[in-house]
Every structure is written in C-alpha cells, then in structure tokens.
C-alpha cells in the first residue's frame, strides 16, 4: 500500500465536547504514525480557536451544576471510571504503544500510574477539607473552605499519552471544576479512547471535553477569558512561553518542562544495582522520558566500572516493535525527532566526545528507531552535555569526587530529576540536601513520585508553584476562601 492510501484510510480523530462526539471540520491535520513501522494510522485534526472556545461553553455550562453536585457523588464518577479503565487497561497499553512506540511493559506501567491517579482523586471528600479555628479574636470564627474555580485544561506532550492528562483532570473535576484537555498531536488515540471510558462513566455532558490540536489550540486556551488554570508538560521553552502567556492573560499555571538528568554513581555503590538501574532509566522508553538519566557523573574508580558494565548491558538490549515479545526497547516518536536525535551525536562527535556505543549502527529500515548510544569524556560545555536530548543517548563525566559531581548539576539550567548510588548515609544526605533537582532519589534509577506526592521539577524545569497530582492538586484546583464570623 502506497503512503497516500494509507492516508486515505487512516482514522480522523474526533472531538468530544458537551458530551458529544464532534467532527472537526479544519484543513490543517497532523498525520500519525506508528513509530515501529512509520505507517500513517490517524489524522489529527489541527483545531483553533473555534474548536476550543465551544468546549470552553460546553464547560462553562456544565460548572454550576457540577459544582453544587455533592463531592461524594462527584467521586462516583470517578470511581466508574477507574474500574473501566482497570477492565480495559490492556486494550490501552496496546494503543500507547501502537501510537508512542514504547514496549507493551512500558505502555502497561504508563496506565497503571494513569489509574492510580484516579484512585487518589477519589479521595477528595477528605483532601477537598478546609480548616477552621473558633475565637480568632473574642467572639470571632474562622474558616476556610476550598472551592472550585471553573474550567481548566491541560496540555499534553507526547512520551506518555495516556498518563500525562490524568495527571490532571481527575484532581480538577474532583474537586468541582470542569475540564478540557488538548493531547498532544502526536498521540491522540489514547485519550480518544479514555474519553469512550468517560463518556460510559457517566460523567454529565459538559464535565470532561476533549479537543484535539496543536499550537493554535494550545495558543486558543492561553488566550481563553473563561479558562481559570492551565496545566502544562512538555519541552522547556513551550512550558516558559505557556506559563508566560498564561499569567499575563491572568490564569492559573503549572508548567512542567524539560529536564537533563544527572546521576551520581559513588565508589562505594553496589554496581550491579547501579548499572542496572543507569541503563534502565537512559534507555527504558527510548530514552524518551523526563525522568530519563541524561548523564552519568561517575566518581573515581566508579567512573570504569560503569562503563564497562553499561556497555555490556547495551550489548544485551534488544531492539524492536514493542508489541512484540522479548523487546527491550522500541522506536522513537517520528521520523524528525529521530533526525534531530541524530543531530546530537554528530555534533557530540565533532565536539570531540569518545562515542563508546554508537547507536546509528545496524538499525531496522521501518520505523525510528535507534540503539542505545554511549558517549564518555563528554564536557558540560559540549551540546550533547547541556541539552536535552530525550533519545537513548546516555553521557558519561568522569568525576574526581561528590563536590564536583555536585556542582555540575548546580550549574546546570534545568533540574528535574537527579539520583545518586552510593552506601554511605553521608553522601546521600549530602546529595539530598544540596541537589536542585526538586524529583531525587538515592539508589534508585527513575525519580518518579507516584500519584500521591507532587511531580514536578526545579529550575526550568518547571513554572509555577503547584506541582502535579498528589495534595498539591487540590491546593492547584480550587481557591482557598476565608470566611470570619461574628453572631
Ligand atoms: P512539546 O513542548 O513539543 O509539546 C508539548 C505540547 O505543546 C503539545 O501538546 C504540543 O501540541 C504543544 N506545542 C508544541 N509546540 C508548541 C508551540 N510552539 N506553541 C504552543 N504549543 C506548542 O513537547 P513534546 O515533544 O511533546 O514532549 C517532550 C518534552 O516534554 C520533553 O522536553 C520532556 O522532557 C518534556 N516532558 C516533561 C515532563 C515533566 O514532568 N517535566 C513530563 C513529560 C515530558
């Protein structure tokens, strides 16, 4: 089949708004493919304004109602939701990795922190409480209450399409507000087949929206007058721009951005975990994850040992569709992200950075995919050791002791995650008193708080104050009134 055929066939996403699945009727689409094979299996439509702003009405006249709706009766929604997507979890996974290319592993894991957020969400009767103190001065009480505020929506990237929403609009309509949420173009089917979960749930029309777009539609929601918040992840410089714009229009921003994650391994470190657990987060979902290890700061004797067993543990990953069996890791998300991927080893070559591995060898025709590449010498100064690359391109600094280690990660702009290797109680606490990295860990790979802890970085690595699910959620969704009595 020609790629034009292909293209006549391929599924037009739809738009659900007011309760209702909505045809979109723009020129503009974005053609999706499958990573592992590049065929074109959808076509997102490009929204704007016109697109959002009926969702924005459908939203806004479902928020009284939704808003006088008893918490506890809000939550059955919820709770329907989270056994739908628990009967239809494996059907999910299949679609994160037929639309994103990571491993059916991955994909499952991705879905399973998806749900978890729900279940958190359901907490809201007790996490939607407020607080009071009577006599505040002789006679007087008082109280505060959360409430919630409107319509908020979210914006998402493309390395986690089923996660990354539910990161929000559970937390949002839990706590009274109404939602609509823009995929990332990329990726859109799994949250088209959330939103048929949501649809079954029983949701009132109106509650939950979804609009499908790009950069007009992410450009239409920060311009919105009736859009209270916005929650954003994805690249550094989109997150700066949403989190700009977005305040200047007076809205509610939490804008989750890029990262370059720096590990720090010690002598004393147990180097199996250790190597283990390097290359697990540098190239579990092709290296396309923000929590990814970006750069190992090795330390004295620790810096050979590593290499040593990281190149021995790349030897052993396979590469592949991730819908098949026995595949360590899948492609990556298109055909241009792969080429600037590729940009980066060669500047990381020309810069004078020893390619220890080289990922470009030896790479299946269809598809995006890449090997996972190994770089040792690399300096902080060089491209490969400052940018973000979000490919299977880990970087190794030779480090003469923690001090060092730490002020590279100081000097770095971004700080989202950071992990360090060691046995000794001193310098982990040390690495955790110091880090900038607002998501650290300590013998562990992937720094991921789970649904119940705030998610976010430090740095530019994120814009605002409130991070990501967990209590901060609540505080993020709803505004904090004060009510002083006196009879
Ligand atoms: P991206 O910034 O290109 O896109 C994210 C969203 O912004 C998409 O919905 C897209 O439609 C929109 N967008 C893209 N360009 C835009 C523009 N110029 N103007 C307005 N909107 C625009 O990010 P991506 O490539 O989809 O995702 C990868 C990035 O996301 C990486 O940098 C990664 O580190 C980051 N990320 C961060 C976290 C976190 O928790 N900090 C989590 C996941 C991903």
Redesign the pocket.
């Known amino acids: 089949m020609t790629i034009e055929n292909r293209v006549d066939t391929a599924q037009r996403l739809r738009d659900y708004v007011g309760g209702a699945w909505v045809d979109v009727d723009v020129a503009e689409v974005h053609q999706v493919h499958n990573p592992a094979t590049g065929e074109v299996i959808g076509l997102t439509p490009l929204g704007g304004h016109g697109e959002l702003d009926a969702a924005v009405r459908a939203a806004r006249a479902a928020f009284p109602a939704w808003r006088r709706t008893p918490v506890e009766d809000r939550v059955q929604c919820l709770f329907r939701l989270k056994f739908l997507l628990e009967e239809n979890a494996e059907e999910l996974a299949r679609i994160v990795t037929r639309e994103n290319g990571k491993t059916l592993p991955e994909a499952r894991g991705s879905v399973r922190r998806g749900i978890q957020m729900v279940e958190v969400a359901t907490a809201a009767p007790s996490l939607l409480m407020g607080q009071s103190l009577e006599d505040i001065a002789t006679g007087i009480d008082c109280e505060s209450v959360r409430q919630p505020m409107g319509v908020f929506a979210c914006?998402?990237?493309?390395?986690?399409p089923a996660m990354?929403p539910m990161w929000f609009f559970p937390f949002a309509v839990a706590c009274g507000n109404t939602f609509i949420c823009?995929?990332?173009?990329?990726v859109p089917f799994s949250q088209q087949f959330v939103w048929k979960l949501i649809d079954e749930a029983g949701f009132p029309p109106g509650v939950l929206n979804l609009v499908n777009?790009?950069?007009d539609?992410?450009?239409a929601i920060l311009e919105h007058p009736d859009i209270e918040g916005v929650s954003?992840?994805?690249?550094?410089?989109?997150?700066k721009?949403?989190y700009e714009k977005g305040a200047a229009t007076g809205k509610r921003v939490q804008s989750?951005?890029?990262?370059k994650n720096f590990i720090i391994v010690m002598p004393d470190a147990d180097m199996d975990q250790a190597i283990g657990a390097v290359a697990e987060s540098a190239f579990g979902c092709a290296g396309?994850?923000?929590?990814a290890a970006s750069v190992v700061l090795a330390v004295g004797d620790a810096h050979e040992k590593m290499r040593k067993g990281l190149v021995e543990h790349i030897r052993g990953l396979a590469i592949g569709d991730g819908s098949q069996d026995g595949v360590d890791m899948g492609p990556m998300?298109s055909g241009p992200?792969k080429e600037r991927v590729l940009g980066h080893i060669e500047q990381g070559v020309a810069e004078g950075a020893e390619l220890v591995m080289d990922g470009r060898d030896d790479v299946p025709d269809d598809g995006y995919f890449l090997r996972p590449t190994l770089f040792d010498r690399v300096d902080a100064d060089m491209k490969i050791g400052h940018e973000?690359i979000?490919g299977p391109v880990l970087c190794m600094m030779p480090m003469n002791d923690l001090d060092q280690a730490l002020e590279v990660t100081h000097k770095h702009p971004l700080a989202?995650a950071s992990s360090i290797f060691t046995a000794s109680g001193k310098s982990a606490r040390k690495f955790r008193y110091e880090v900038d990295a607002s998501m650290a860990a300590v013998n562990i790979g992937v720094a991921a708080p789970m649904s119940f802890f705030g998610?976010?970085?430090a740095k530019n690595?994120?814009f605002g104050d409130l991070k990501?699910h967990g209590r901060e959620a609540f505080d993020f969704f709803t505004d904090r009134k004060v009510f002083i009595s006196r009879w």
């Open positions: 914006i998402a990237p493309f390395n986690f990354v823009k995929p990332s173009e990329q777009g790009g950069k539609a992410v450009n954003f992840v994805g690249s550094t410089p989109v997150a721009y949403v989750l951005g890029g990262a396309e994850r923000c929590l998300i992200h973000e979000f989202n998610f976010g970085g690595s994120f990501a």
